[in-house]
Structures are given as structure tokens and as C-alpha cells.
């Protein structure tokens, strides 16, 4: 008869399961909910050990929501090919994947929580933003964008977070509804830009040009074409 041996985990990878458990405890619960005595037993080890490699539920929350915003802010990469409306639909539906795993943290993270208000909650969730920024000058294929393209990119980063938050709230409309909404918002934003301003005219027009009528894109402007006429 063999009796098991557990592993001894080195530092680093102990760390590393840590963050891990708190993460999946945080994605189910408010992290205000959340004792470090449940992320010790989930991790199969003791308090006191918890607090060697974290000293308090405030750094080990800070690490989880490290992780969480590499997570999401990868989520915004796309491969530049096929139609504009495409790429960010497909975008879209891995934002709202992270939001339906991470439910409970992320509304913590944008409502309130433990950590929010500090200089490190901060920083993550401005990188996370600044990173979708970049990638979708990146699908607009605009390098130095002008005020008016930064204002409407980062109007629209800001509606896609409170859209999230408030499905997250009873999720009352369809998912897959407000995916597609969220690119026709950003569509809608740009084109209401281009009607104050010759550049951004000319950057919706290339826009239009190369969407498909069945795309998000283009099925809002015949939409809007029918509601006019």
C-alpha cells in the first residue's frame, strides 16, 4: 500500500495558486464578501501561510485583479483582417466573456471595492482601458489620432463598461443584442464626429466602404437610411 505525498510548491508557483483561488473566489462574489480564511481553505493551506506570501486581502486582491487585467485588456486584440464591424463583434464577445466569468469582481472593481480608489486599482484599470484605446485606433488603421477620434474612442471604451454593468444588473436584454449594439454605438459615434469635421468624414467614409451590408456596421446604416427616408 502507497501512501500519497504532497508536493511542496516553491514560492513563486505557491503565489501563483493563490492568485488563482482568489481570483475564482473574487469572479463569484464581491471581494468584500470574501475571507482570506476561505481563499486558505480553497487553497488547501493555512491562514498564517497565506499572509507569508500576501500580507493582506488587499495585496492578494491586487494581484488577482493583475491578472484579470491582462486578461481583459488581451481580449481587445484582434487580427487587422476582414471588415472593421467583424473584428470588433468578434472583440465584443470576449469582453463580455470576461464579464460573465468575472461577474461579481468586475462590478466590485468598477462600483466599488476593497482596493478601488488606490493608486495600484488605479493604474490597472487605466491600463486596461489605454490597451483597448490602442487597439482600436489600431482596427481604425490610425496612428496619430486627432481630438476628436480620441474622444469618441474613449467615450465609447467608458459606454462599454457601464453597458456591461448594467447587463450584469438582471442581464434583461440578450447578450449577443447589446455585442452588436456596442459596435453600431461605436459606428453611430463616429459618424455624429463626422458631421462636425472634414478629417473624421473622410475616416467613416473608408469605414463604410469596406463593411458588408450583413455586417454590424453596415446593417446600421441602412437602418439609419430607412428611419431617415
Known amino acids: 500500500m502507497t501512501t500519497g505525498v504532497r508536493r511542496r510548491m516553491g514560492v513563486e508557483e505557491r503565489r501563483q495558486q493563490l492568485i488563482g483561488v482568489a481570483l475564482d473566489l473574487f469572479s463569484r462574489r464581491s471581494p468584500d464578501e470574501v475571507s482570506i480564511d476561505e481563499i486558505a481553505s480553497a487553497a488547501g493551506i493555512s491562514r498564517p501561510l497565506v499572509y507569508h506570501y500576501f500580507p493582506g486581502k488587499l495585496s492578494l486582491y491586487e494581484a488577482a485583479l493583475k491578472r484579470a487585467a491582462d ?6 486584440e484582434e487580427p487587422r483582417t476582414g471588415p472593421l464591424g467583424a473584428r470588433l463583434l468578434r472583440v465584443m464577445g470576449r469582453y463580455f466573456d470576461f464579464v460573465d466569468d468575472h461577474g461579481p469582481g468586475f462590478s466590485a472593481l468598477m462600483r466599488g471595492g476593497p482596493a478601488v480608489g488606490s493608486s495600484t486599482t488605479n493604474a490597472l484599470v487605466d491600463s486596461v482601458r ?100
Not at 456596442?182 to 463616429?190: E, R, S, T
Open 71 to 76: 486578461d481583459l485588456a488581451a481580449r481587445f
Open 130 to 229: 489605454q490597451a483597448a484605446y490602442v487597439q482600436i485606433l489600431s482596427h481604425l488603421d490610425v496612428t496619430e489620432p486627432p481630438a476628436r477620434l480620441e474622444l469618441v474612442v474613449r467615450s465609447w471604451i467608458s459606454l462599454a463598461e457601464s453597458t456591461a454593468l448594467l447587463w450584469l444588473d438582471g442581464r434583461r436584454i440578450p447578450r449577443a443584442e447589446l455585442e452588436a449594439q456596442l459596435v453600431q454605438d461605436l459606428g453611430a459615434l463616429l459618424a455624429v464626429s463626422a458631421a462636425h469635421d472634414a478629417w473624421m468624414a473622410a475616416l467613416v467614409r473608408r469605414v463604410v466602404t469596406a463593411e458588408p451590408a450583413d455586417g454590424p456596421l453596415g446593417n446600421l446604416a441602412g437602418r439609419l437610411v430607412e428611419v431617415i427616408g
